[in-house]
């Protein structure tokens, strides 16, 4: 396992060479604590459509933003559904994120000291945005992601690709540490983990 910052690694004497990381399985991850396909049995105690949720850091400023198309609700499983969710997270360090994907669901785990915490489970499409004022942009795309907004932590255990100005990642899995900006790729038999230039890259002046 090994941990890239997508734009240092691809810069310098790196965008002249395909790199390739051979990295260790998948393991420990807090996203297999989390049951991906929950069932519910019964009717929504809430359902709603267009739904805006807003959470604030203990200074008044927004940490982040959460929309859906349509939301479900179920009390007993304490469990949210959402339709098309659209999430937008700051944080004082990084530039804001705007992820989105088909669906998702919220829920609540225990974080790594126990302390109950919220999940916000995409599927289907998953794509993060970063415009980062100086470095440009990022985009991370997986079929699933698992974010932790209070941790400004998102993961995912399935194939990932990460776009920036001068390249393109691929990896099997990832571990984003979204307030410092480091990513952690991870590797399986199946896929290595490989970065290269995109030639129009050198073409920009």
Known sequence: MGVLNPRLALSG???????IWAFSSFDDSPATSVD???????????????VEFTQLNPDGTLHYKLRASQ??????EQLTRMQAPKLHMTSA??????????????????????VP???????????????????GLIT??????YIFPNRQFAETDQSVMIDTEVG??????????LQSGKLTLVSDAKQ??????LPEQFKKT
């Open 13 to 19: 004497a790196v965008l002249a060479i395909l790199v």
């Open 93 to 114: 360090d990084q530039a804001p994120w705007d992820i989105d994907s088909s669906t998702g669901f919220i829920r609540k785990v225990a974080d790594p000291e126990g």
């Open 36 to 50: 991906a396909t929950p069932i519910t049995t019964n009717e929504p105690d809430i359902q709603a459509t267009d």
């Open 168 to 177: 393109r990642t691929k990896a099997a899995g990832m571990k984003a540490d």
């Open 71 to 76: 939301i479900r609700q179920f009390d007993v």
């Open 192 to 197: 290595r983990v490989h970065t290269i230039v």
């Open 140 to 145: 991370l795309r997986s079929e699933v992601f």
């Open 117 to 135: 915490e919220d999940v916000v489970y995409l599927r289907d499409g998953v794509n993060m945005v970063q415009t980062h004022p100086t470095s």
